[in-house]
């Protein structure tokens, strides 16, 4: 899952169409999210995940190499590369495990965590200062992760620690990517996350289990893969069209339709501490994002 977009973009903003491609990959994302926790209850998740990274290969090949061909897999740092999508591929399986242990839409609350965790390490590997106001923001949302993971089911405690446990590493590979995009463009780094991914949860079948899946459920793997992928698509499209003070507010519409997937499929009805909870995460996470956006406006002309 992507995180919310830190810097303006240059170029005529069309701000609607902005918003629609947000919010399409919004829905797309959490359709893939409910698909994986579906899946996961019967197949490992390096499994789910293999799959999900072909569909989303194939989908991001389609879309990328008509445009590009092979040229957008020219870079001097392989290495690079390499070492963001494994830590990605960590992040995703800590992710995908924690949906099978605990309710979707807390899940995806906790990982609206992840930007505390980028300002972190960006501050530690790319010599960022935090500030007080960014600081103060950091450690309101993480109160807010606190709520969300309190409540004293042992089961929604252990889901809770894969949850927090991947924030903490999508935060590092946000980290990574900034110093990446200084020199690869957004196809190039889409292009090896996905091949890498493929590779990387491919391996991961051989430790964690293969399920010969049904021809039927073949389907649905795959479906998975193209939801992420179309969902990756559609966020970077909506990052070309607008600015991110005006794209912030609808990329947490994830949380809303992680909460009505998890009541229609599941059951789950959320608890006070959970809106609580996800009320604050997304409350500090649209400061850091005014914030930041506030700090990359220049002054007006004299």
């Given at each position: ?215 039927g459920t073949v389907g ?22 607008a600015p991110p003070a005006a794209l ?55």
């Open positions: 899952m992507s995180t919310p977009p830190h810097a303006p973009r240059p170029g005529l903003d069309h701000v609607p169409l902005g918003i629609f491609y947000m919010l399409t990959a919004t829905l797309l994302f959490s359709g893939s999210f409910a698909l994986s926790k579906w899946l996961v209850a019967d197949y490992s998740f390096a499994e789910v995940l293999f799959f999900r990274a072909v569909g989303s290969l194939a989908v991001c090949a389609l879309l990328v190499l008509p445009r590009t061909g092979l040229a957008v897999f020219r870079t001097q740092r392989l290495a690079a590369h390499i070492g963001r999508n494994v830590t990605q591929g960590t992040s995703q399986a800590l992710f995908v495990v924690a949906l099978g242990l605990m309710p979707l839409a807390g899940v995806v609350a906790i990982n609206f965590a992840a930007p505390i965790f980028a300002a972190l390490f960006a501050a530690l590997y790319l010599h960022e200062k935090i500030g007080r106001a960014r600081g103060t923001a950091l450690l309101i949302g993480f109160i807010g992760v606190l709520l969300v993971a309190s409540p004293g089911a042992d089961m929604f405690r252990a889901g809770a620690f894969f949850a927090i446990a991947n924030a903490v590493t999508y935060g590092s590979v946000t980290a990574a990517v900034r110093g990446l995009t200084a020199t690869e463009s957004t196809e190039t780094l889409t292009m090896y996350q996905m091949i890498c991914l493929t590779v990387f949860f491919g391996l991961g079948m051989g430790l964690f289990g293969f399920t010969m899946p049904t021809p649905v793997l795959l479906i998975n893969g193209a939801f992420n992928g179309a969902g990756q698509y559609a966020w970077t499209k909506s990052l070309s069209l912030g507010p609808f990329y947490y519409f994830s949380l809303v339709w992680a909460l009505l997937l998890g009541f229609l499929f599941w059951g789950d009805v959320p608890s006070l501490t959970l809106l609580a909870g996800s009320a604050v995460v997304v409350g500090s996470g649209l400061f850091l994002l005014w914030h930041e956006s506030a700090r990359k406006t220049p002054p007006p002309a004299d």
